[in-house]
């Protein structure tokens, strides 16, 4: 019963260069949410989407960063041109249902470092 | 604005005595409340939840109160165990959801437990 997955664990970018963040959802999920943790900083809330469908990306910076979750495939979060503030872990998690009650369940993360 | 506080960065406890983390909030439109546990280089773990509709729930060694009046809470976990040495995060949302399903992070609680 896998969990969520998410890959690379670990991304090294250069200035400038592109990364791209994959999110699996747990079985039988079909909502998806992405997080950013600073070092030293709690998580804060980036965008939730469901299949095809971004809900709410109040958290997401309104440049450089895009994030879809297709019909088929995982969901991907996209940051274009990072900069070094863009280091940070990012951390995907997954419910079966929409609603603030709904438990989320997170994946392990992928750790970009942007030199 | 942090709208979740864990106003003690890390907490040391003995071995087999209470864990007490503390969590206090200033939106008063939160009514769902969760505790998540971390280790380095994993993501956050599911641990235990309350609706404001509560002011206790219990699961095995570990209990959340909820102070909704002086929008408190705390987590507590006896007896505490090795394995409990983590990161532990105060999360919360609108059960409404109202269409942003992000939970609210605080920024943890480094809890040592010390043989």
């Known amino acids: 019963n896998a969990g969520v997955m998410q890959n690379p664990r670990h991304l090294v970018r250069r200035r400038g260069q592109e990364a791209r963040l994959r999110c699996s959802p747990m079985?039988?999920?079909?909502?998806v949410y992405w997080y950013r943790q600073l070092p030293e900083e709690g998580l804060k809330f980036m965008v939730y989407?469901?299949?095809?469908?971004?809900?709410?990306e109040s958290g997401m910076p309104k440049e450089r960063f895009s994030a879809e979750f297709p019909k088929e495939g995982p969901s991907i979060l996209r940051i274009q041109q990072v900069v070094r503030g863009d280091s940070a872990a990012y951390f995907c998690?997954?419910?079966?249902?929409?609603?603030?009650?709904?438990?989320?369940?997170f994946g392990p993360g992928t750790r970009l470092l942007v030199l | 604005d942090q709208q979740v506080k864990q106003n003690s960065p890390s907490l040391s406890v003995q071995e087999g005595r209470i864990s007490i983390l503390n969590c206090d909030y200033t939106?008063?439109?939160?009514?769902?409340f969760l505790w998540y546990k971390k280790y380095p280089a994993e993501g956050p773990t599911f641990l235990i939840s309350?609706?404001?509709?509560?002011d206790k729930n219990e699961d095995g060694r570990f209990t959340v109160f909820l102070n909704k009046s002086a929008k408190h809470l705390s987590l507590h976990i006896v007896p505490s165990q090795p394995g409990d040495s983590a990161v532990y995060f105060c999360?919360?949302?609108?059960?409404?959801?109202?269409?942003?399903?992000?939970?609210?992070f605080g920024k943890g609680t480094h809890l040592i437990i010390q043989p």
């Open positions: 989407l469901q299949k095809e469908n971004i809900i709410d």
């Open positions: 999360a919360a949302s609108q059960m409404s959801g109202g269409g942003a399903d992000g939970l609210t």
């Open positions: 939106n008063s439109m939160f009514d769902y």
């Open positions: 079985k039988g999920h079909s909502h």
């Open positions: 309350i609706s404001s509709i509560k």
């Open positions: 998690a997954s419910s079966p249902r929409s609603g603030g009650s709904e438990t989320q369940y």
